[in-house]
């Protein structure tokens, strides 16, 4: 059984059909991704997949159970974590207050708890804390706990931003355009740390990117749409010399 399965996904937004009977699937510990030239429909399929919209038509399951009846944060809650192409983080906290909100729809304590400062939420803040400060180490951050968000510099706040997906603890991470606004060095970094994010946590990874570099130097299977529909699928070498994809991407057909 596959992690995610998308079975004949359609939407449609008044006239203009913006995915069109999209079938793929996404294997446990896949690095996957989607590619496609501006306004192939990629994003939409991201918040086809988080709830963010719900399908006209088909279906979507998630370890082998229907989401697309779920709101966006009961399927964070199963598992399925993004990033976004516009960097969302709350630059008036500190790095670490940004991935503490990730543990909120967690809490076993209530308000009066937390009002009262009792026990038990005394000792799950901690244990928060203890995790936090284990993720940032992991990525190299945990000199800059205590800095706000705003003050990181670009990379800092785009590798943030994956901290605190990850410490929703999904099963399935999704990337918009991870690799956006960064210089070459930075993207060779990227790169590392997805590939270092999927071996050590064991995760299905799927990534839209418009940087071919990026995509082709670490994905091992790439779906391709354009308009909004699947034109082709398979490992990078696949797809860099599939005729529709070439000419998807230059207008005309590869000769």
Do not use: W
């Not at 529709?244 to 230059?250: D, G, M, R, T």
């Amino acid at each position: 059984m596959s992690l995610l399965a998308l079975n004949n996904v359609t939407i449609r937004f008044g006239g203009l059909t913006a995915v069109g009977n999209l079938t793929e699937t996404f294997e446990q510990g896949s690095l996957s991704g989607i590619i496609g030239p501006n306004g192939a429909g990629k994003t939409t399929v991201f918040n086809l997949i988080t709830g963010v919209y719900d399908p006209t038509e088909g279906g979507i399951t998630f370890g082998g159970r229907d989401i697309v009846p779920l709101k966006p944060y009961q399927i964070a809650n199963v598992g399925i974590a993004r990033t976004f192409q516009n960097i969302r983080l709350f630059g008036g906290m500190t790095v670490s207050d940004n991935i503490r909100v990730a543990f909120n729809n967690n809490a076993k304590s209530g308000l009066f708890a937390s009002v009262m400062q009792l026990f038990n939420y005394q000792r799950e803040e901690e244990n928060y804390h203890k995790q936090i400060d284990h993720l940032l180490d992991m990525f190299g951050m945990l000199d800059k706990r205590n800095e706000m968000a705003k003050n990181l510099n670009y990379g800092d706040q785009r590798r943030l931003e994956i901290v605190r997906a990850l410490a929703c603890k999904p099963k399935l991470l999704l990337l918009d355009e991870p690799a956006a606004g960064m210089n070459p060095t930075e993207k060779q970094e990227l790169m590392k740390l997805i590939r270092y994010i999927r071996d050590t946590f064991n995760i299905a990874i799927i990534l839209i990117e418009h940087d071919m570099k990026v995509v082709m130097g670490i994905c091992e299977r790439i779906t391709v749409i354009d308009y909004g529909h699947k034109i082709a699928v398979g490992t990078p070498e696949e797809v860099k010399s599939n005729p529709k994809v070439i000419e998807a991407y230059l207008g005309e057909p590869a000769h």
